[in-house]
């Protein structure tokens, strides 16, 4: 993508005049040197996500310091207004960065030596306090693994094209957002939006996930290994959603594609206007399943707590394997049917 004339020349006075005055005798020291400048000129480039990677990404190939692991070192970076994480090669020592930023940097920095490196590392980040996380760790990251030692912030692996990240800690939201392809593992909790606009590839959660996990998915898998909130699966389109535990209410809601797995029960609500797809509640559920339903299928197998919805236009409910039907009374079986199973 070419950049407009304003952010060219903004990035031609970066180049020029700002790394220019780095001295690259000592490689770790540039590398901070570096990132503050990156820092300091933040302000200067739109806010736009995309393009303040750009400028990272630009920067750290104009950087005419050929930096490798013996470069990374166990210096620190600090401000009063960011607090500290660190990166490191596996087995190699740290430098300390933070926040969005940081994230951005961090990527570009490991994207960038990743390229150039024959042996292609794997790479470990530590994040070392849990008040400021980083954020946008992994965007558009393509190939690289790397390790995280600690908590992430937001849009972790946002748009990213391949490669493996793991986290023994938390995210926060929107981790794996338009996600194209690569793994995504977190060894703790999820936050808000996990997957969301989700295209291919596949995130794994050990602990919980949130609310809104999978919205406008098309493609992909996410795994929950225990309980998720409300709304899974919201206008999902496509791909596979499997929560191992409970989820809450407000699953699948106007669903147009792919399937969803729980394990454990529901609350109300679930399939609300769906037009398309499989949900399969493999315990209990509340009341108002399928509600204004236009199509797809919706499977219970253990007990509905509560009324059916008064109102389907289309679609299939199976309860206990068995097809029913909606009337003003309530519902009645009036088929007998192998459930299908639904392919994990």
């Known amino acids: 993508m070419k950049l407009n004339n304003l952010l060219e020349k903004e990035y031609q006075n970066i180049h020029n005049k700002e790394i220019s005055k780095i001295n690259h005798t000592d490689n770790s020291s540039a590398i901070i040197e570096l990132y503050e400048k990156f820092f300091e000129n933040r302000t200067q480039v739109s806010s736009d996500m995309h393009y303040r990677n750009l400028h990272a990404k630009q920067m750290i190939e104009a950087f005419s310091c050929e930096y490798g692991k013996k470069d990374i070192t166990s210096c620190r970076y600090t401000r009063e207004d960011i607090t500290l994480a660190s990166l490191t090669l596996i087995n190699e020592p740290k430098i300390g960065l933070v926040d969005l930023h940081v994230g951005l940097f961090l990527t570009n920095l490991i994207q960038t030596h990743y390229n150039s490196s024959p042996s292609k590392e794997s790479y470990l980040i530590i994040s070392e306090i849990e008040t400021k996380l980083i954020d946008g760790l992994g965007y558009r990251l393509n190939g ?47 936050g808000n939006c996990l997957g969301s606009s989700m295209i291919g590839g596949t995130i794994i959660v050990s602990e919980n996930g949130g609310r809104y996990i999978g919205e406008n998915m098309n493609g992909g898998k996410i795994v929950i290994r225990r309980n998720t909130e409300d709304n899974v699966g919201n206008k999902m389109q496509g791909g596979i ?87 003003s009374q309530g519902f009645k079986i009036y088929k007998q049917r192998d459930i299908e199973k639904v392919k994990e």
């Not at 390790?147 to 849009?155: D, I, N, P, T």
């Not at 094209?161 to 996600?179: A, E, H, L, R, V």
């Not at 219970?300 to 509560?306: H, N």
């Open 144 to 190: 690289p693994t790397i390790r995280v030692q600690g908590s992430v912030g937001h849009y972790l692996g946002y748009r990213m094209k391949s490669g493996s990240i793991t986290i023994f800690g938390n995210t926060t939201g929107d981790c794996g957002m338009s996600m194209e392809d690569g793994i995504i593992h977190i060894n703790g909790s999820s």
């Open 241 to 327: 959603i499997h929560i191992h535990g409970n989820a809450n209410e407000d699953i699948g809601t106007q669903m147009k594609g792919g399937k969803i797995i729980i394990n454990g029960s529901c609350k109300n609500d679930i399939g609300f206007r769906m037009e398309k797809g499989k949900i399969h509640i493999k315990k209990n559920t509340g009341k108002n399943i399928g509600e204004e339903m236009y199509g797809g299928e919706i499977y219970i197998d253990g007990t509905i707590k509560g009324e059916l919805p008064h109102l389907t236009r289309g679609g299939t409910i199976f309860h206990k394997s068995r097809n029913v039907i909606i009337t």
